[in-house]
């Protein structure tokens, strides 16, 4: 099994909303990430945690929770979002040594009104 | 900072015609190099790598190889067909968890 699965693939919410965003691997990875990605642009990296702990927070607003209750699970709690938060959110994983491929899920594509 | 530039798109070509999509970094101490592609409504996916100077990475028909004199890594096919049309990543990791990804290059293959 070399997939990563996130759900929902579609999500709108409006701007007083709590959500989550889902995300699991069943690779035995031990890194997990989200990245934002706007139209046309690249990934952004949010967060990355590595043996289930947060490893980079790359200055996210805390309305972006993010959340690895084990292995294989990766979340990303949503609250009080704005517009601009509109975007795809992937999820990726890696072995965890560092330096390596990731592999991604095909995205939440997410709106927010 | 270390970065990455590719070429501008989106590059228009017709199915067999050669690819190229030009990809030069900017990092100290050596990183390995990456070709991520992105099909639409999907999310990226590894299309090859390279880790040292010299290296060619191939997939599917792709190539690039790892040009330390040039800090270079150009995407190369010889002959593509509509259903290679996507958004094309050159990318870099130095070790640690991050990547730093180009721009990317939009890729239309026409029948």
Not at chain 1, 41 to 66: A, D, G, Q, T
Not at chain 2, 62 to 87: C, I
Not at chain 2, 99 to 109: D, E, H, N, P, Y
């Amino acid at each position: 099994d070399t997939e990563v699965t996130q759900t929902p693939k579609h999500l709108v919410m409006g701007m007083t909303n709590k959500k989550s965003l889902k995300c699991e691997q069943h690779m035995g990875h031990r890194a997990m990430y989200w990245y934002k990605q706007k139209a046309k642009k690249p990934p952004e990296l949010m967060f990355v945690y590595s043996y289930e702990k947060l490893s980079i927070n790359e200055s996210v607003p805390s309305r972006f929770s993010p959340e690895c209750p084990n292995s294989s699970l990766l979340n990303l709690h949503l609250h009080a979002l704005q517009p601009e938060d509109s975007a795809l959110y992937l999820c990726a994983s890696s072995q965890g040594t560092g330096n390596e491929k990731l592999f991604f899920g095909s995205g939440t594509q997410l709106s927010v009104l | 900072g270390d970065s990455v530039t590719q070429m501008e798109g989106p590059v228009t070509l017709s199915e067999e015609a050669f690819l190229t999509i030009n990809c030069t970094y900017t990092a100290t101490g050596y990183p390995s190099l990456f070709w991520y592609v992105q099909y639409p409504g999907e999310g990226l996916q590894l299309l090859l790598k390279a880790t040292k100077a010299d290296d060619k990475g191939s997939n599917k028909g792709f190539e690039a190889t790892y040009r330390k004199e040039t800090t270079s890594f150009h995407l190369e096919k010889g002959s593509v067909q509509v259903s290679d049309s996507a958004v094309y990543f050159c990318a870099l990791s130095k070790g640690g968890f991050k990547t730093i990804f180009g721009a990317g290059t939009r890729l239309f293959v026409k029948a």
